[in-house]
């Protein structure tokens, strides 16, 4: 809008519309809309991909907290079994050397067999819609260093390892293993002298 001064009264003045030429007013193209539009696209796809992503890594260190959890559970009640329970006993002794499953061999998608099967498998433990294996490798600890080295059986050490699932199909196939270890250590209350009450650890 252009106001047109009529001597000293300009604020009388009648105000004008000026034409102005088409290409003097600038705009957003159809051209630059669609280059914008596929932008914010670009970005929202990977919004929601790192959304995806963030929920998936959240259900998976909830499995895995839950499998520790379970396998810490179970090695506090082995602290407190007697000595000869069933899950406390050295079935396979060619595992001794990696009772821990320091190779990662229970996160595999078949279970350890021959030297390297467990001593002891437990039944499947479920927690809520979730199931998890259990199995106990047990290696005996030998004198103390100074009498009887080699036949005194001062205690067990054992690992509680707990297999599990993640990222199953629909029909339960596919996904991947993970396991969580859980250490723990029984004396031997005939070799340590405190009768049926195993030493805290």
């Known amino acids: 809008m252009q106001i047109q ?3 000293r009264g300009a ?5 004008i519309l000026a034409m102005t030429h088409p290409t003097s007013a600038r705009g957003f193209s159809l051209l630059e ?3 914008a539009l596929v932008l914010v696209g670009l970005s929202m796809t990977a919004l929601l991909v790192a959304f995806v992503a963030s929920g998936q890594f959240g259900v998976l260190s909830r499995r895995q ?3 520790l959890a379970l396998a810490s559970s179970i090695a506090g009640q082995l ?4 000595y000869a329970d069933a899950r406390l006993v050295n079935n396979n002794v060619q595992n001794d050397t990696n009772f821990a499953d ?5 996160a595999q998608p078949t279970l350890p067999t021959g030297n390297d ?3 002891s498998t437990m039944p499947v433990q479920n927690v809520g819609n979730e199931s998890y294996e259990v199995y106990v490798n047990v290696v005996p600890r030998m004198g103390d260093g100074n009498w009887d080295p080699t036949t005194l059986e001062m205690g067990r050490s054992f690992a509680v390892i707990v297999r599990y699932r993640v990222g199953r199909g629909v029909d339960g196939s596919g996904g991947r293993f993970m396991r969580a270890v859980s250490l723990g250590y029984h004396y031997n209350p005939a070799a340590v002298g ?3 009450i195993p030493l805290p650890l």
Do not use: K, Q, V
């Open 65 to 67: 907290a839950t499998a």
């Open 102 to 106: 320091p190779d990662g061999l229970y």
């Open 11 to 15: 604020w009388l003045a009648i105000p």
């Open 194 to 196: 405190t009768g049926t």
């Open 79 to 82: 602290n407190y079994a007697p």
């Open 117 to 119: 099967a467990p001593d």
């Open 33 to 35: 809309t669609l280059i």
């Open 5 to 7: 001064e009529l001597g």
